[in-house]
């Protein structure tokens, strides 16, 4: 299993970015998929969630400016997806994709109820 992440950069306030999440060699549909962010000296914590039955959850700091989305591929690959809509100082971290979740609750925001995890794509919000 394989998570790529792309799109990171830095930006004024206000302005927007996509990240995106490309998945390989994971079939596992019925699990959650996330992305999840790590400020300097701070602990991971989640953003964004997309369930499998298509529920998604955002963290209330990003509710409203955030979008989850994912595309599943044919061949079995799939990309997720999280819009940032104007961008505040305050986003700026390491995010991190993350599958293979399971999200009952509140669990979608804790590290270790993922398995599998990308090497993170940087956004600076000046």
């Known amino acids: 299993v394989q998570l790529v992440e792309s799109g990171g950069g830095s930006v004024q306030a206000g302005e927007s970015l996509r990240l995106s999440c490309v998945v390989s060699?994971?079939?596992?549909?019925?699990?959650?998929m996330g992305w999840f962010r790590q400020a300097p000296g701070k602990e991971r914590v989640g953003v964004a969630a997309f369930d499998a039955d298509g529920t998604t959850s955002y963290a209330h700091s990003v509710q409203g400016r955030f979008t989850i989305s994912l595309d599943k591929a044919k061949e079995g690959n799939s990309t997720l997806y999280l819009q940032m809509d104007n961008l505040k100082p305050e986003d700026t971290a390491r995010y991190y994709c993350?599958?293979?979740?399971?999200?009952?609750?509140?669990?979608?925001?804790?590290?270790?109820?993922?398995?599998?995890w990308g090497q993170g794509t940087q956004v600076t919000v000046s």
């Open positions: 993350a599958a293979h979740g399971v999200c009952t609750g509140d669990n979608w925001k804790v590290v270790k109820y993922f398995t599998y």
């Open positions: 060699g994971y079939r596992y549909s019925t699990y959650c």
